[in-house]
């Protein structure tokens, strides 16, 4: 890992105005940026310390929840109040990293970790379009088994690897932002850029810019949520694919139905046309399994994870009939 | 070990002054090269910290980029916590920080002013193990034993997070932490033999 300086803030100002120097970084929980650091992948020459900064407080009520940017993973997971309410969050943190992770690793961090591409995070490998712009995409047609099947482009197919960010996808989350012109707040579902022809840009974050919370509209009448998180061991693992499912109930019908999936997409994914045709229709196995072959529309294969769509299928199909039982 | 305090510290301060003396030569060597050429040799940066470890303070001068495991291992040599993969997937370098388990290949040793920090080294109360890492060697919970301190770690945190509640819990709440040689079965019969005597906190 190359040096740089470490500078503490003592206020949210002084964070925003160390940012704006060049080559630096805010750090949090450092438990993505760390690991980048150490393989090249990012070399900052200036890391701006976010610890101490008053952005580790959450509040879950009748109006919705606000989760402060510095809040630890393990302490949200833990909340009766997050896991009586919003049962898919909880679920997806609790299905994140491993505990020690989940003790340093922070909220805002989380959405902004980066993708785990096996070619974005070697530097060995010259071509990838994300880390070394115009260089080419080496997983396209290279081993692309972990890779997205949904929002890919020419330049790149790399997943985006947040469990903690396809919840709130589900949820019409919003992230609060703070940049130098002041506060704005973002919609999740718009947080998230696809990759096109620049894959280097993965939120519409513009430098300098700092999450400070999360923002969580309250449950609707009778809305039940889940995460499924489907992976190649039992745990402390990425996603092959994961389902977050919310869905309003109304006497054996669906009134709404609102369902994001991870691990199949270059970022969380929205599915309208799966919520399309469950809005209205009544919980039966049939109408869950055919609505979730839905999923599938847009679709786009490669060499080594065709297995992925007929695996996005069924995690919805399951998330939905555990969500409604 | 008083042999090896002694000479440590010897070695300590003879290194300090040739730390110093090479800091001089390094500033002069500077100023004569800089006209002409790249300076063979580079001051990093420092950053001074206190590192409390196992309830003694440790003042350090290191460079931020110094991971709490390499201050532990190359700086206060307490080998104990072991360097796996040294990217967060494996455990072995798990350490309690505030009493919370953590990865100390993760963490930045400068960002760790005034908190206090738990190794294995600190856990045998006068000479007496940890009920965990009693368990551990009666239920012959390692083979190699290199992922151990790591696994003593998190099982000790694990019972006080009151996470010991079945089989399936214990395994998914050790998943953090990586072994080898498959020693799973012995070091989940050791965690259920704390967690089931009351563990001491």
């Not at chain 1, 992948?41 to 200036?46: C, L």
């Not at chain 2, 819990?169 to 989940?188: D, T, V």
Request: with cysteine; proline share 5%.
């Amino acid at each position: 890992m190359e040096n740089f300086t470490l500078a503490n803030a003592a206020t949210l100002d002084a964070a925003l105005a160390a940012a704006q120097q060049p080559d630096a970084k805010f750090i949090a929980g450092g438990t993505d940026l760390l690991q980048l650091m150490k393989d090249e992948v990012e070399r900052p020459q200036r890391l701006v310390d976010l610890d101490g900064l008053p952005l580790d407080q959450f509040s879950i009520g009748d109006d919705g929840a606000r989760i402060g940017a510095l809040v630890k993973m393990s302490d949200l997971a833990d909340n009766p109040d997050l896991r009586r309410r919003y049962p898919v969050i909880a679920e997806a943190l609790l299905a994140s990293a491993s505990p020690q992770v989940r003790n340093m690793a922070t909220i805002g961090g989380n959405l902004l970790q980066r993708t785990r591409c096996g070619y974005f995070r070697d530097t060995g490998v010259a071509a990838c379009n994300k880390r070394r712009p115009g260089s080419g995409c080496s997983a396209i047609l290279g081993f692309n088994r972990l890779h997205a099947v949904l929002g890919g482009s020419d330049y790149c197919i790399a997943t985006h690897p947040s469990d903690l960010a396809v919840a709130l996808a589900a949820l019409d989350a919003a992230v609060e932002v703070q940049g130098s012109d002041g506060v704005r707040t973002v919609p999740i579902n718009e947080f998230y850029l696809v990759p096109g022809d620049t894959p280097e840009r993965e939120t519409v974050l513009r430098p300098g810019d700092l999450i400070t919370a999360i923002l969580v509209p309250p449950p609707g009448m009778g809305e039940r949520s889940h995460y499924l998180k489907l992976r190649d061991r039992a745990s402390f693992e990425f996603a092959l694919v994961s389902a977050a499912v919310a869905i309003a109930l109304d006497d054996g019908r669906i009134r709404a139905a609102r369902i994001a999936v991870g691990g199949v997409g270059t970022k969380p994914w929205r599915l309208p046309n799966v919520e399309a045709a469950l809005a209205g229709a009544a919980v039966t196995p049939t109408v869950l399994t055919a609505a979730a072959a839905h999923a599938a529309e847009g679709a786009r294969p490669f060499r080594d994870n065709a297995f992925k769509i007929a695996l996005m299928q069924r995690a919805v199909a399951r998330a939905l009939a555990t969500v409604t039982a | 070990m008083n042999e090896f305090e002694v000479s440590r510290r010897r070695f300590i301060g003879a290194s300090a002054a040739a730390g110093g003396l090479a800091a001089a030569t390094a500033k002069t060597a500077h100023a004569a090269v800089a006209q002409t050429s790249a300076a063979p040799v580079r001051t990093p940066e420092m950053a001074d910290v206190t590192l409390e470890v196992n309830g003694r303070r440790h003042p350090l001068s290191i460079e931020p980029r110094t991971t709490l495991l390499d201050a532990l291992r190359e700086e206060l040599r307490l080998s104990g916590t072991k360097k796996g993969c040294d990217r967060g997937s494996c455990g072995a370098c798990t350490v309690h920080v505030d009493g919370a388990r953590v990865l100390s290949c993760l963490t930045l040793a400068a960002r760790c002013e005034g908190k206090a920090v738990t190794t294995i080294e600190g856990l045998a109360a006068e000479g007496e193990l940890h009920p965990m890492q009693a368990a551990f060697l009666a239920r012959d919970g390692l083979q190699c034993g290199y992922c151990t301190p790591g696994q003593i770690m998190s099982a000790i945190a694990l019972v006080e997070e009151g996470r010991a509640v079945s089989d399936d819990a214990i395994r998914e709440w050790m998943s953090g932490n990586i072994c080898r040689c498959g020693a799973y079965p012995h070091i989940l019969a050791a965690i259920k033999d704390v967690a089931g005597s009351g563990s001491r906190s």
